[in-house]
């Protein structure tokens, strides 16, 4: 169903609405070949599969002797079985000799059993002098033996395409045999601050002027989600000025992110701007608390995201756009945040035909998640966002939420499912949320 809004005579859309249109624009960027060292938190554009059986051959698992399981059946402390060490093969070196009936080698971890031997022996579980090792206790056959292919066969799938990469990852497309590894681009996202009243933070401290925060938050959010930030500063309220930075941004980035100047005032030209750069407005306003007035533009290629100059809307706009946008652009599978549901302590009013992102701090207390806001909501109070780990979503038709109420809430901090009781997490539905 498609809900629509009048708001100052534009549409205003739904941030379900929004969301899918923005979704529906974005697609995968493409795949590139990168060296394994750099694909940590890369998301697998390719199913990888080994080039090898790992192990490559049978191998030991301990330190010891390699035997004849039958040889040691009926060896014991008080009648140990004696046998003659013919070789030692060390981890990295090829077995010289077969081992025969009443022979052992002398194997470290690692090193590829000898032919006829069929179990190791610990070396704690032996003597030895000179070439006779006495085998104080009995072995099972294969007892202490890597067998070949054990951990992965030649061929094998060992990573689906979609995951993102992490050490583990990395330590299994080395062990078989990938030296590049095919990833999702990553894409080049364009940041443009606006407005004649900020200055960047090596700025006049005496002015009047603000610090363009924005221009910091975005930069670690981009990072944060994979994408490349392209800071290009700050463009004054002229047409000429924002005409330019936009038109940089247009013909160097994927996407391009804007902070302020899409509002209702004289000098909110960011629209204007995008429109003789020949972009198509999707929308102008969303049916949201912290940051209604959101632009979203398009080219053929490129989605322009015209957030709020206020920073918490601008942090928050991200958070619900943005991000599951560059997500989707970079092969990821899971776009948004996890969620869980929270007992609210305390009380909320609302407008009704708005959804809410008000920032909170959830802690896990008598076996379910509570949260609290974080105070002032303004949507200036940068403070509301530092001390939040959730944000609490309220959706349109709700008027209030009272203490007792359970609310769903986003993890910005997914720390907190530490303290969550383990039954709590294992039953708890993760599809379709990331990390």
Known sequence: MTYELRQEGNIMKTVEESLARILDFVTPLGV????????????????????????????????????????LRNASPESPAVLCSVEEIPAGSSPGKRIGAGEAARIMTGAPVPNGADAVIKIEDVDVEDDRVRCFTPVEEGENVRKRGEDVIEGEAVIAAGTYIQPAHMGMLAATGHALVSVYKRPLVAIIATGDEII???????????????????????????GIPLPLGIARDTKKDLMSHFAMAKERAQVVISSGGVSMGDYDLVQDVLMELGARVEFETVAQRPGKPFTFATTETIPFFGLPGNPVSTMISFEQYVRPALRKMTGHKMLFRRTVRAVLDENITKKSDLTYFIRGKASWRDGSFTVVTTGEQGSGILKSMVLANVIIVLPRGMTHARRGDEVTVQLIDNSILSAAAPGYLAAWPWKGSSS
Do not use: W
Not at 40 to 68: F, Q
Not at 200 to 226: A, F, M, R
């Open 200 to 226: 960047d933070i090596d700025g006049d401290p005496s002015s009047e002027k603000i610090i363009s925060s924005n221009s910091y938050s975005l930069y670690g959010q981009i990072i944060e989600v994979g």
């Open 32 to 71: 590139e070949k990168i060296p394994l060292t750099e694909c940590l938190h890369r998301v697998l554009a390719e199913d990888a599969y080994s080039t090898r059986h790992i192990p490559p051959r049978d191998n030991s698992a301990m330190d010891g002797y390699a035997v004849k399981y039958r040889d």
